[in-house]
């Protein structure tokens, strides 16, 4: 399974963790209960608070921003950066293991 960081606002200690392939950035970080992400429609790409930056990793194997994503992006309560994603529009794929996840302001 693919390994994932994900590094919250508030701690110093990452959370390494595995996630199943198809499942999302998001996805992961609530069933581990990784703290930050509201989530609040669920992955319907409705709300941005699933906002995240994508650190570090196979950050090339990622799958482009699509144009819905990147409308939702620009709601995102978080400052915008160069490596913003949506957590729940990225899915996991064998080659994203080794992923570091930053998570965003979220309020
Ligand atoms: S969970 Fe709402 S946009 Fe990702």
């Known amino acids: 399974m693919p390994v994932v960081t994900y590094l919250e606002r508030d701690s110093d200690t990452p959370k390494v963790v595995d996630l199943r392939v198809g499942q999302s950035l998001m996805e992961g970080a ?3 209960r990784v703290r930050g992400i509201q989530a609040e429609c669920g992955g319907a790409c ?3 608070t699933c906002h995240v930056y994508i650190d570090g990793g196979p950050v090339n194997d990622l799958a482009p921003v699509s ?6 992006l620009s709601e995102a309560i978080g400052e ?3 490596n913003s994603r949506l957590g729940c529009q990225v899915r996991m794929t064998a080659e994203l293991d080794g992923l570091i996840v930053r998570i965003a302001d979220n309020g």
């Open 30 to 32: 609530v069933a581990n």
């Open 46 to 48: 409705m709300c941005a």
């Open 67 to 72: 144009d819905e994503e990147d409308a939702m």
């Open 80 to 82: 915008r950066r160069e």
